[in-house]
């Protein structure tokens, strides 16, 4: 099974709204990752954890605010986001190690209005 | 930080059409991905590639590390394989990020 699940689906929220991205794996993977793809864009890098520590903040301005709780899961928390943060946000996980391939979810689709 | 140029941006064949994606990377890397997004956003594994060469039914992918680039081989085209196809690299170790190129939009046409 390389399923990494992501709810919700679609998401809109207003500018002053608080709300939580989920993302959950059982491959027993060490690393999981969020990523922001705006429209006919790649996929950017935002944070990384390793072994449940964040290990890796791409200058992400602090209204995203990513969370572990434990090994199978990792949230991103949204507060007083901006129109323009508008896109689909894309969690990924893999096995650290000598193959560290990653496994993407379907992604959940944001719009701020 | 690792460049990744893929090429062409994009690409209109006919159904039964045989087509080749190329990715070019500016260092030296530890992981090499490619990657079908679908319509609905999905990033599909296509293969794990860092060197040498693997064959998955139609598709097939060659990564010539030294020289810094690699081919993705699409025959035998069908409908369903339209979409953006991206290379993505990590040349760290550990649990680093993936640097993703800016694809290859590619349709296929009945």
């Known amino acids: 099974d390389t399923e990494v699940t992501q709810t919700p689906k679609h998401l809109v929220m207003g500018m002053t709204n608080k709300k939580s991205l989920k993302c959950e794996q059982h491959?027993?993977?060490?690393?999981m990752y969020w990523y922001k793809q705006k429209a006919k864009k790649p996929p950017e890098l935002m944070f990384v954890y390793s072994y449940e520590k964040l290990s890796i903040n791409e200058s992400v301005p602090s209204r995203f605010s990513p969370e572990c709780p434990n090994s199978s899961l990792l949230n991103l928390h949204l507060h007083a986001l901006q129109p323009e943060d508008s896109a689909l946000y894309l969690c990924a996980s893999s096995q650290q190690g000598w193959a560290n391939i990653q496994y993407f979810g379907a992604g959940t689709r944001l719009s701020v209005l | 930080g690792i460049q990744v140029e893929q090429s062409p941006p994009d690409l209109i064949l006919q159904e039964g059409a045989n087509s080749t994606l190329r990715c070019n990377f500016s260092?030296?890397?530890?992981?090499l991905q490619w990657f079908h997004q679908n319509p609905w956003g999905q990033l599909i594994n296509l293969f794990y590639?860092?060197?040498g060469t693997k064959q998955n039914g139609r598709l097939s992918a060659t990564t010539v590390a030294t020289e810094r680039y690699s081919l993705l081989y699409i025959s035998s085209s069908q409908t369903t394989d339209s979409g953006v196809y991206f290379c993505a690299v990590d040349s760290g170790g550990g649990a680093d990020g993936l640097t993703f190129g800016k694809g290859t939009h590619l349709i296929i046409q009945p």
């Open positions: 590639i860092p060197s």
């Open positions: 491959m027993g993977h060490r690393a």
């Open positions: 260092d030296s890397v530890n992981n």
